[in-house]
Every structure is written in C-alpha cells, then in structure tokens.
C-alpha cells in the first residue's frame, strides 16, 4: 500500500508536467508557425505538365493583364509532344524562372532590374532601365526581353504590379482552368503549393546553373508497362 | 529526371549585342594596347623626350576610347538615359565596373594627349592671352604629376582591355563566351591591333621612320604576340572539342558556315596570313617598302575585328 501513494504522486507530476510541458511545447509550437508569417515570402510557381493541355489561355490572360505589345510575351507555352508519339502531348511554360541567385540582377549596371523589397519578386524598374540589354544575354533561360513600348527590357514578375497589388493570383494562375498552375509562398508551410511539393517530384530548369530558380515543374513521366 | 521536362523557346530571337558592340571592344581593345605598348617601351629604353611612337599611342589611345562611347551608348535602346549607370551604379555587373575603369580611363588619355600636344595646343590657343596662361598653369601643376598618370595609364589600359573580356565571359549561356581564356585574349589582341595603331599613325602622322629603333622593337615584339593570339585561339577552341555537349555543339562554329568563314579568312587570313607573307615570305625587299607596312598592320586592325565579330556573333548564335 506504501507503493500507492508513491503511484500517485507519481502520476500527478506525470500528470502536472505534461500539462506543463504540453503547454509550453504548444506555445513553441505558436511561436514556430507565427515566424513564417513574420519572415519574407518567398513566392514560387509550380507548372504542371500533366495538367496542362496546350490551351494557351495564360499567355492571352498575361498579355492583357500587363498590357504586352502585340508580338511580345513574357510567357509563351511551348508544345514540346515528341514527334515520334504524337498523341502523348507535352507543353511546357517558357516564362522567367525567378531565380534566387538571378544573373539578370547581378548583371544590371543600373539596378533596374531588381528584387522587390517587399515580396522578393525579380520586377524591373523601366525608368532605369537604359536597355543596354546585359540581361537579356546574361539570363541562362532566355526570357527577357526589351518591350518595344517601354524600351525598357521585362520579364514574368508574377504580375507583381498589377494582379499581386490588387491581391490577386497571378494573370496567367487565374486563367488556367485545368489547374496547372500553382502560384503561393514557399515559405509559408501550409501554403498550397508547399503542400503539393510534399507530395509530387518536381524539377528546376537547367539546375547546373546554380541560378535556384522559384519556378517549379512537374514532369509527365511515364513509366510504362 | 532533370532531363525530364526541357524548353528551348527564347524570347530574345537571335544576337541581341551585334556589330556595333564588335566595334567597340576593337576601339577600347586598340585604345589600351596602344598606350601599353608604347609607353612600355619608354620604360624598356629609359626614353625622356616625347617620341613620335608615344605621341601616336597617346592620340590613338583618346580617339578610339572617345569613339568607341559613340558606338557603345549609341548601342543602348535608350542612349539618352545612359547616365542612370553612375547614379545607380551596381557592384556586382561587369558592365558597372567598365563604365568606373573608363570614366578614370578617359581622362588619363586626354591628360596623356595634353603632355604630348602641349606645345600645339599653346599655339592654337594663343591668340588668346587669358586661355594661354590658364593651359599653362593647368600644365605646370599637371607635369608634376606626370610619371603617376603614366603608370595609371598602363595599369588602366590593361583593365580596360581585360574588362571587355570579362562582360561577355560571365554570359553563361553561351559556352564560346563563358570561358576564362576570353580576357586574356582580349589583352593579347588589343596590344597586337595597338601596336599596329599606334606605329602606322606614328610614321604616317608623326613622320617617324618606318625603320626607326621604337618600330623596330615593336616589330619584334609583334611576332610573339601574334603568337600568343594563335596559342590562346587554339586553346579556346580545344577546351570547347573536349567539353561537354554544349560546347561540343559549338564548335561547329569553327568549322562551317558564315562564321567559319569569317574566322578562316578573316582572323586567321587577314589578321595573322597577310602580314606574315608580307613580312617573310615575299622577300626583304617587299617587307621593307611602306606599302608592306601599311598593308600588313591595317590587316591586323582588321583581323583584330573579325575576331571580336567572330567571338559577338558566333558566341551569341551557340547558346544553350
């Protein structure tokens, strides 16, 4: 009976310092998922080649939601089916990658193309821009290039100016009806596009580069029987 | 899997620095090989006095800088906003560090021409009194300078010779540019289309003899570097043959096409074929005319260019 009361004290400390313990670790917990929100966003895209079909209605919602003259693009979807089997079609998004290491900003001899303080989005500013076009050779991917209005040289900024101020998707996001789109902040954990990089194999372009490139890519890989 | 998924559409649709660009980095490839060379032999000879060679690099060094802006703001989509550069001016582009090394570049050319010309310029200015003794004051306190503007100079020619190698080295899409014996080559053909500069205005404004003992220790020292060029154009070429899939791909570059034919006829023809068989292969008699010499250093001014045309054009069409 001596070992009861032993028990008992032994389970109100259990009892009491899990409380404790649990409360504390929760509280960690809060403090873990607020530091995401405090820190920078990081703001990515995922491509979906399986979902997508080809259909173009991103590259018309890009041009005319950022007003890009008639015969230009910032994004261009690229039909890349393997003539060999042409009924397994294959588009794939040409479009800035939005590197975290970008040539085109370190290149930039009048910091017109640059990283948005606020997002960290890679955006130009056209009126220091002096179109000497060191980007636009200094880039690995070959998605810049000088608009012919502006004369100043733009890329795929996730339409930071216009949809992303007005606290929209971006142009191209909103116009894709098979989803093949996912644009969100990587550093929030529980944003969606985290949660699809959780469970899908995606790839960056020309990663030998070193450039870390924001865009994402999931590939139709197909096995085969 | 990163092979997986590839795009090979570009948005820039061809060469986006074209011949204007060549153009330049031929000017500022002369302007800092002029001054180099010449001012190398003064060291070489322990020289004092003004020689036509030095007088001929200082004015061909100023020219060509001065002309080569024309062509390289002229290049810009927005030429009138160049000056955006020096107020927002970026650390880490080439281009930034360039337009720094130029800026002091420039005026220790022009302070180079002014020691030269003093005398000219006295003469022109005076008929007026008051500008006369201002240029002369500004002389007095610039001569005492004058051995520390010359060593900033060599060391600043070099700079801008090697700078233009590194802009277009750090393009790292394009594997004939992105390679580290760029610069170095730059230096070497500068010098090579310098000293041909420098000795034909020498002798054709200057009146010094085509046979004089400063055209004579430039004409020994032509060979070797022309050397060097071969050497460095060799290497660049068998780094891309043995590289990997990309720069293999580009060595067809060398081999056919347009701009085979500019590399065969043109850089190696006319700049290195064309003076070598004037000077050796014709006969002491024809090496030693002024027709020989003119014709064999306009050849490699020219040949200088079809190299840059070569490495501009030909760098940027082989991309990844």
């Known amino acids: 009976m001596e070992n009861d009361g032993k028990r008992r004290a032994f389970l109100k400390v259990l009892g009491l310092g899990s409380v404790t313990l649990g409360g504390a670790g929760y509280t960690l917990m809060a403090d873990a998922t607020q530091e995401p929100s405090k820190a920078k966003p990081h703001y990515g895209m995922i491509f979906d080649q399986n979902k997508c079909v080809g259909c173009t209605d991103c590259e018309v919602a890009c041009k005319k939601v950022n007003a890009v003259p008639a015969g230009q693009a910032r994004l261009f979807v690229e039909n890349k089916t393997d003539p060999a089997t042409p009924m397994e079609k294959k588009y794939v998004r040409v479009s800035c990658q939005q590197c975290e290491d970008a040539p085109c900003v370190k290149v930039c001899p009048s910091k017109a193309c640059h990283r948005d303080s606020k997002t960290g989005i890679v955006t130009m500013n056209p009126d220091d821009c002096i179109a000497c076009k060191y980007c636009i050779v200094a880039c690995p991917y070959d998605v810049r290039f000088i608009n012919h209005k502006t004369k100043a040289a733009e890329n795929c900024n996730f339409c930071l100016n216009t949809n992303l101020a007005k606290g929209k998707e971006p142009g191209c996001v909103e116009a894709c009806k098979y989803k093949a789109l996912v644009f969100g902040d990587l550093n929030d954990e529980n944003s969606y596009i985290n949660q699809i990089l959780h469970v899908k194999d995606s790839v960056r372009m020309k990663p030998t580069y070193g450039t870390k490139p924001s865009l994402r890519y999931i590939p139709v890989v197909k096995v085969g029987v | ?229 071969i050497m460095l154009i060799a290497m660049l070429f068998v780094s891309l043959l043995v590289g990997n899939e990309f720069q293999k791909t580009t060595t067809v570059a060398f ?66």
């Open chain 2, 255 to 320: 081999q056919s096409g347009v701009y085979a034919n500019l590399f065969w006829f043109g850089v190696m023809g006319l700049g290195f074929g064309i003076p070598l068989v004037l000077n050796f292969a014709l006969g002491k008699k024809i090496a030693s005319s002024h027709i020989a010499f003119y014709l064999s250093g306009m050849a490699s001014v020219v040949g200088v260019l079809c190299l840059r045309m070569f490495i501009i054009y030909a760098g940027q069409t082989f991309g990844i």
């Open chain 2, 1 to 229: 899997m990163n092979g997986a998924i590839n795009f090979t559409h570009g948005f820039s649709h061809g060469v986006e620095w074209g011949w204007p660009i060549a153009v330049y980095l031929l000017l500022a490839g002369i302007s800092g090989g002029a001054l180099i060379v010449a001012l190398m032999v003064r060291y070489y000879k322990k020289q004092h006095e003004d020689t036509p060679l030095l007088k001929a690099a200082s004015l061909v060094s100023f020219a060509t800088i001065a002309f080569g802006m024309v062509f390289l703001v002229g290049d810009l989509e927005k030429p009138l906003y160049f000056w955006k550069i020096l107020i927002n001016y970026n650390f880490t582009s080439v281009m930034s560090i360039g337009v720094l090394a130029i800026s002091i570049y420039i005026p220790l050319t022009l302070v180079m021409c002014l020691y030269m010309f003093e005398k000219e310029i006295s003469i022109v200015l005076a008929k007026k009194n008051t500008l006369v003794s201002y240029f002369a004051m500004i002389m007095s306190i610039l001569t005492r300078f004058r051995p520390l503007i010359e060593v900033l100079s060599v060391v600043f020619a070099v700079i801008i010779c090697a700078y233009t190698g590194f802009l277009i080295s750090v393009l790292v899409r394009f594997p004939i540019l992105n390679t580290a014996i760029l610069p170095a080559l730059f230096v070497v053909s500068g010098l090579s289309a310098g000293t041909a500069s420098a000795s034909m205005v020498a002798s054709w404004l200057f009146k010094e003899d085509t046979h004089s003992s400063d055209l004579k220790t430039l004409h020994t020292i032509e060979w070797p570097v022309m050397a060097i060029e």
